[in-house]
Nanobody, 119 residues
């Protein structure tokens, strides 16, 4: 079994910063793509940022220049540095990893962490 545990969410004022972490544990042979998603109340879940095993990154337009995704393969951990936060960034943030375990490759999700930006 593989588990993803997120941390780092919270309440911050507009213009502030937060750093989210997502750590994978369990029977892991390799982790491929990683990504952060978010879901605001009444809205669909959207892809915020992604990073490949080779380190290539992509971002939704609304966070470009403000958010930075990174990964530490030795620790099976992914990060999302969020700067210049805006009220519209308020959402539950979820991490997702494509993980090769001992039997098969599958998508795994974290439990979600709340980010609230006050204006």
């Amino acid at each position: 079994q593989v588990q993803l545990v997120e941390s780092g969410g919270g309440l911050v004022q507009a213009g502030g910063s937060l750093r989210l972490s997502c750590a994978a544990s369990g029977s892991i042979l390799r982790i491929y793509d990683m990504a952060w998603y978010r879901q605001a109340p009444g809205k669909q879940r959207e892809l915020v940022a992604g990073i490949t095993s080779g380190g290539s990154t992509n971002y939704v337009d609304s966070v470009k220049g403000r958010f930075t995704i990174s990964r530490d393969n030795a620790k099976n951990t992914m990060y999302l540095q969020m700067n210049s936060l805006r009220s519209e960034d308020t959402a539950v943030y979820y991490c997702k990893m494509v993980v090769l375990g001992t039997i098969w490759k599958n998508d795994y999700w974290g439990q979600g962490t709340q980010v609230t930006v006050s204006s």
